[in-house]
């Protein structure tokens, strides 16, 4: 074996399901917290980042009663560019705009910043969740945040924004939110009529009036739901005060979206709403509860209408806050929980390196569709059939590649190895670096396990900010190893540059 590895857990996960429909929901809420009961990566920020005391019980649902995975990570650390990865399977580098912007600067990595990777041509037409399900008869939908399609805030009118998203594969859009809230009330009057802020009420009512429709007709669907909650743009707090459940980005709904499963005994928004504030301790709390009730009507939804045991659930955040923008495990690494009682064994774990690119291939292959594009990812579904055959694989061999900016980074096995484009340069890497002391010398190379095999979250082991420039280490970090995290790098900036064309294949040793 190269890699110090980490141990394998060898549980099988997966159950024989009865019925052959399959409905899928990818849930990711924007900039929420990684808790800490959800074993996060050291927290630089030295911060606790606990649940608020009422608990999150309807996302514990889904972590508890799913599967957990304890080393996934987004491919890109800032909301756009991880969700560039989930939707379309692919390196946010191989977006259209970031290889246009790096061949018009003559540069020979891809520049992966928000809004570079919007999708562009095939990766709105065929190369993404959606369209991939539409085109497998599966109803489609998007709810919340979208953030994914070249859009002027000039011309908005919801049925533009609603018009751009559909392009993108999507039968269903509504509770849009076409980009980001922005930072202040009266700022986004140039972007609509400045009556409306986070409503998850509003989403969450359209988003199961999808699942009721197409329980109705007994269709199969895929739906991407991204609340705009917890989301600084626009505090929570204003949102919940200064407007109501009936100001929505289409305009002044002329009834109140009341959500069974959601609100509890609440007939009215009002009353509801002011549950929140009793239910908080702070500030911090009430986004994380709205967010969490919100599930809590989409799990009613599904089990009114018998389809929760056949719902494919998966719940992850965009990416870490603690780094966020920066290469680090605070940035990189994400909670990411899959409910789905007709196949998998609730309350297991993997420790499988995963990725936000995997998730189209993984659900491609449990719905049984077959790739008709090209992607980075790779399915891990055989990972929880039967741990024996791929977690080894999952966990100690395959690389994973992590990009903003022009900074690289991938982690194979135990070992991180850092890529800084241009050290004299101000990436968000080496900004965040210099703020919270971990290490941004160019080529370093972390061991996340300090030499044991398990993965290190200890805040007060934080692999990162041990200033061990491993290079110097020559008995751990040997030059041959070191000669293969450069060429694995080479490799993965080879295939994602502006003039690779196609290329697809793997990079990294154990090729
Ligand atoms: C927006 O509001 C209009 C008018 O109330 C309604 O007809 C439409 O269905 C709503 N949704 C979308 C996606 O336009
Ligand atoms: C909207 O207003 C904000 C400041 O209030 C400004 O920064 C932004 O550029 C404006 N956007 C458009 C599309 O005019
Ligand atoms: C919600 O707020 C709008 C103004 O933003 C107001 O016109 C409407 O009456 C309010 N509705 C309720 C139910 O309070």
Redesign the pocket.
Same mark, same amino acid.
């Given at each position: 074996m190269l890699f110090p590895s980490t141990t394998l857990l060898v549980v099988s996960t997966f159950l024989i399901g009865s019925s052959d429909a399959m409905n899928v929901i990818v849930m990711q809420p924007d900039d929420l917290e990684y808790f800490n009961a959800w074993t996060p990566p050291p927290n630089v920020r030295s911060v606790t980042v606990e649940f608020p005391s009422v608990g999150l019980p309807n996302i514990e649902r889904l972590r508890k009663d799913g599967l957990q995975m304890m080393n996934a990570y987004t491919a890109s650390p800032k909301c756009g560019t991880s969700r560039y990865s989930t939707i379309t399977g692919k390196y946010p580098s191989r977006s259209r705009s970031s290889q246009r912007i790096a061949s018009r600067e003559n540069a020979y990595v891809s520049r992966v910043t928000i809004p570079t990777t919007k999708m562009q041509n095939q990766d709105c037409s065929t190369d993404n969740l959606a369209a991939t399900f539409q085109r497998n008869n599966f109803a489609t939908a998007m709810l919340g945040k979208w953030h994914l399609s070249r859009f002027n805030n000039n011309q908005y009118t919801y049925s533009n924004a609603v018009a751009t998203v559909q392009n993108c594969g999507f039968d269903v859009v509504d509770g849009l939110y076409i980009e980001n809230l922005a930072a202040n009330e009266n700022e986004f009057n140039n972007y609509s009529d400045g +009556?409306f802020s986070h409503n998850m009420e509003w989403i969450t009512y359209e988003a199961v009036k999808f699942i009721n429709d197409q329980a109705s007709k007994s269709k199969d669907f895929f739906m991407y739901f991204n609340p705009t909650v917890p989301h600084g743009s626009n505090d929570i707090e204003m949102a919940l005060t200064q407007?109501?459940c +009936?100001?929505t980005a289409n305009g002044?709904l002329d009834f109140?979206p009341i959500v069974p499963g959601m609100m509890g005994t609440h007939t009215t928004c009002e009353s509801y709403r002011k549950s929140i504030f009793e239910r908080a301790e702070s500030a911090d709390d009430y986004g994380p509860i709205w967010l969490d009730d919100g599930v809590g009507g989409l799990i009613k939804a599904l089990e009114d209408n018998n389809i929760l045991d056949d719902t494919l659930f998966l719940f992850q955040i965009d990416h870490g806050m603690t780094t966020k923008g920066a290469l680090y495990e605070g940035g990189n690494k994400i909670p990411q929980f899959i409910h789905y009682p007709s196949k998998i064994v609730g309350g297991s774990t993997s420790n499988a390196l995963v990725s936000t690119i995997d998730i189209a291939p993984t659900i491609y292959d449990f719905a049984g569709i077959t790739l008709d594009y090209d992607l980075d990812g790779i399915s891990w579904k055989g990972v929880i059939e039967n741990a024996n055959n791929e977690e080894d694989f999952f966990k100690n061999e395959r690389c994973l590649f992590f990009e903003m900016e022009q900074d690289r980074a991938v982690r194979c096995g135990c070992w991180k190895y850092l890529k800084i484009n241009d050290i004299t340069s101000s990436s968000t890497t080496i900004t965040r670096g210099n703020q919270f002391g971990l290490s941004n010398l160019e080529h370093n190379a972390f061991d996340l396990c300090d030499g044991i095999d398990e993965y290190i979250a200890d805040d007060g082991n934080n692999r990162e900010a041990i200033a061990a420039n491993l290079y110097e280490d020559s008995n751990r970090f040997t030059s041959a190893l070191k000669q293969q995290f450069e060429d694995a790098m080479t490799c993965h900036l080879e295939r994602t540059t502006h003039d690779a064309i196609n290329q697809f294949a793997s990079c990294g040793p154990q090729m």
């Open positions: +009556t407007f109501n +009936t100001d002044s109140e």
